[in-house]
């Protein structure tokens, strides 16, 4: 099963997407549609408001008087409290049940609006916003909702920021334009990306690597990584996980592969996370293990087909943990080693552009660490750098 979490402003077309994945088949859980079935009359839900604040939150025929309620609890943060206490462990109820009653290959996609502003994003194996210009958000609540411009500028602006989103954004789709262009990337996402995923992560299988080609530096990189982080974080339990490798080095060119080290207190501690990060999409490599031939770690990669990873579980205070570290501070420290190393990664690009064999890449790779290494620990003791 891929849990993907989708989410943006009001107005924006979140609605419009989860629509059309609907139609490719995902099972859809919508988190507005369940605020409201916990509270239909004749439910439990409704009993318990209905307790807290008063009959006076009823219409005439019974049901919750939504304007009615808004208006108690709009001033009152406790009020507000209160009503979240009694509508949101229901909708989670709900929401544990549909997800349970899921196919193993469902593509469950989790309507959630205050996705951003309740940090729900690292549950998720992919995270999609759909964004919108604001103006363009206001004329549409307007023509669609009959909401007053005013009224529509104000609920947005109580909302996330476009900055806040698209730091948890691992898909951004802008529906700016006409529908008929965010329904076409809401085809393309399905079938290029969640459908693939999908079948990764339940056959336990990771992104295919290509070619060790070479891409400038990419100012996401830090953010993706980011967020794959605070996936493997939530799977942890707060284990430290930190970006390495050429793509956590500003300027540096890599190859569009994102390192992260995760560090253990042992490799028992390590293989007991194999199988709750292969089901976050994160599949164990059961080869690979080692650093230069020795037993030193274990080995992820990621399942999602648009975000290929290597995953390091890797012993704290152990020699390669903490070169891993070294080599990426003292290269975004210094202009030549950086161009040293450019230069290196450029001749094993041109050399291994057809064979691919990732096998001698590593040995090259290798031999210019090991020659940089001493120069890497003068510049430790020089600054006084600590891991
Ligand atoms: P949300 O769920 O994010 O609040 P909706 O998907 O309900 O947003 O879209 C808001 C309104 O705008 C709907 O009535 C929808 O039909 C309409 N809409 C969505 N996308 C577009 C678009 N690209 N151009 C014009 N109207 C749109």
Redesign the pocket.
Same mark, same amino acid.
């Given at each position: 099963m891929l849990r993907v979490g989708l989410t943006? +402003?009001? +107005? /924006? +077309?979140? /609605? &419009? !997407?989860a629509g059309r994945l609907a139609e490719h088949g995902a099972v859809l859980i919508d988190a507005d549609k369940l605020a409201r079935e916990v509270v239909q009359p004749g439910t439990p839900g409704l009993a318990a408001v209905v307790e807290a604040f008063g009959a006076e939150v009823l219409a005439p025929d019974g049901s919750l008087d939504r304007p009615k309620l808004a208006a108690v609890v709009f001033n009152s943060a406790e009020q507000r409290e209160r009503l979240n206490g009694i509508v949101h462990p229901l909708v989670g109820r709900r929401t544990a049940e549909m997800l349970a009653s899921a196919a193993d290959d469902a593509v469950v996609v989790h309507d959630v609006p205050l996705l951003v502003e309740k940090n729900y994003a690292p549950m998720y194996h992919l995270v999609v916003v !759909?964004d919108?210009d604001v103006e363009e958000r206001v004329r549409?609540?307007a023509e669609?909702?009959g909401m007053s411009p005013q009224d529509a500028r104000a609920r947005i602006a109580a909302q996330a920021t476009v900055e806040q989103r698209r730091a948890v954004a691992d898909v951004w789709l802008d529906?700016s /334009? &006409?529908?008929d262009? !965010?329904l076409a990337q809401a085809d393309a996402l399905w079938a290029d990306r969640l459908v693939p995923f999908e079948a990764n992560v339940r056959l336990r299988r990771w992104g295919r690597y290509g070619n060790p080609r070479l891409y400038d530096y990419n100012a996401e990189w830090p953010l993706q990584a980011a967020r794959l982080a605070a996936r493997i974080e939530l799977v942890t339990g707060g284990l430290r996980v930190d970006h390495i490798g050429s793509t956590a080095v500003p300027g540096l060119p890599a190859k569009d592969i994102i390192d992260l080290q995760v560090t253990v207190s042992s490799l028992d501690q390590a293989d007991g996370f194999a199988e709750p990060l292969t089901a976050a999409g994160f599949p164990v490599r059961p080869e690979n293990t080692g650093d230069r031939g020795k037993e030193t770690k274990r080995y992820h990669n990621c399942a999602d087909p648009g975000r290929l990873a290597n995953i390091h579980l890797r012993v704290e205070g152990s020699e390669d943990w903490r070169n891993a570290l070294l080599f990426r501070d003292w290269l975004r420290a210094s202009v030549e080693e950086r161009a040293s190393y450019v230069q290196l990664k450029q001749g094993i690009a041109k050399r291994f552009a057809s064979a691919g064999d990732l096998a001698e890449v590593a040995t090259a790779k290798d031999a210019w660490f090991d020659s940089a290494l001493p120069r890497a620990q003068a510049w430790a003791e020089a600054t006084g750098w600590q891991p």
């Open positions: 943006g +402003g009001i +107005g /924006s +077309g979140k /609605s &419009t !997407v !759909v919108a549409r609540l669609t909702r529906n /334009s &006409t529908p262009r !965010v």
